[in-house]
């Protein structure tokens, strides 16, 4: 297992476009985080799964911003309508719910440039 | 909700010299603290964590105690590196969820 992985690395859209980006997790988690993360801050939590369940949602998420794991494996995060206030590096990370001691793995990130 | 508020950089510091970057944290329950680093061009990565009251958690020699009755995992460093040089941040885990500080930069100086 290579760890978490996210696709695209980059992006760059038109103001208005719709975007998707993908996570792939390390795959015996069960937990998955999606963070969002500007220039200067800290990751802020926008939502997590447990299998396929999505648990929480930040109140930062937007009815603009729609997130899936269909299958508790890899997930999606959609932005549709993209407005340049949604620049941002996007995250993932995953984790073992059982353990509180497990700590979260991040994928690279996917960098969002809303033009 | 639980929340995480670590000391605003960013921090300069000349080779050797001692660090500390603080960090206080709200949250029901019994969370698990964790210090990430993140080196230019790379993504988070962990540095230390603490699962229990009064535990210790070590690495790279980083040190950082998780101290219940002051709410706080404050992180240490005895002799800074240039290699040091990263954003760190502080996080907890609870069972609901996982919650990161702003971040703290570090510029280590020769």
């Known amino acids: 297992d290579t760890g978490v992985s996210q696709d695209p690395r980059h992006k760059i859209t038109k103001r208005g476009q719709n975007v998707t980006f993908r996570c792939d997790p390390i795959s015996e988690h069960n937990r998955l985080y999606w963070y969002r993360q500007t220039l200067g801050q800290g990751p802020e939590f926008l939502t997590y799964?447990?299998?396929?369940?999505?648990?929480?949602k930040s109140r930062l998420l937007s009815d603009r911003f729609s997130a899936e794991r269909p299958k508790g494996s890899f997930s999606t995060l959609e932005i549709q309508r993209t407005e340049q206030g949604d620049s941002a590096m996007y995250l993932c990370?995953?984790?073992?719910?059982?353990?509180?001691?497990?700590?979260?793995?991040f994928g690279q990130g996917t960098r969002l440039t809303v033009v | 909700g639980n929340s995480v508020t670590q000391m605003e950089g960013p921090v300069t510091l000349s080779e050797e010299a001692f660090l500390t970057i603080n960090c206080t944290y709200t949250?029901?329950?019994?969370?698990?603290l964790f210090w990430y680093v993140q080196y230019p061009g790379e993504g988070l990565q962990l540095l230390l964590k603490a699962t229990k009251a009064d535990d210790k958690g070590s690495n790279k020699g980083f040190e950082a105690t998780y101290r219940k009755e002051t709410t706080s995992f404050h992180l240490e460093k005895g002799s800074v590196q240039v290699s040091d040089s990263a954003v760190y941040f502080c996080?907890?885990?609870?069972?609901?969820?996982?919650?990161f500080g702003a971040g703290t930069r570090l510029t280590v100086k020769p």
């Open positions: 996080a907890l885990r609870s069972w609901d969820d996982m919650r």
């Open positions: 949250a029901t329950g019994y969370p698990s």
């Open positions: 990370a995953s984790s073992l719910e059982q353990a509180l001691e497990i700590e979260a793995f």
């Open positions: 799964f447990q299998n396929e369940a999505q648990l929480e």
